[in-house]
């Protein structure tokens, strides 16, 4: 079964004037989860990351109030590789569903 992936912004950071802008986002933090599975039997691994976001674009900028949720995950796509938080929530899955032995 195919591990379905969701992102979401847990927090923003930002500066109240940069460039001759106000209220710029300088940071991102975020939850990508992903879940295996459905119902009682859906076993999930969550990445928590943070990102830098560089200089604003004048020509592009989207002031704070207009921003939505999916403005802000564009960004994070673009600063944090998903291969790598892919790999890392598949090995928490893959634990999950065989657990190592230890000891007794």
């Known amino acids: 079964m195919a591990i ?3 992102w979401k912004i ?11 802008l106000s209220d710029v986002i300088t940071g991102i933090n975020f ?7 459905t119902g009682s039997s ?12 560089g200089s604003p674009d004048k020509d ?10 999916a403005d802000v995950i564009v960004w ?3 600063s944090h590789p998903v291969a790598h938080m892919n790999e890392m929530i598949e090995k928490q899955i ?7 032995m230890v000891d007794a």
Request: glycine share 10%.
């Open 4 to 6: 379905k992936y969701t």
């Open 10 to 20: 847990t927090a923003l950071k930002k500066a109240p004037s940069m460039d001759g």
């Open 31 to 37: 939850e990508y989860k992903g879940v295996k599975g």
């Open 42 to 53: 859906a076993v999930e691994g969550t990445f928590n990351g943070a990102c830098p976001i």
């Open 60 to 69: 592009n900028f989207t002031a704070l109030k207009d921003l939505k949720e």
């Open 76 to 78: 994070a796509k673009a």
């Open 94 to 100: 893959a634990d999950k569903e065989v657990p190592k």
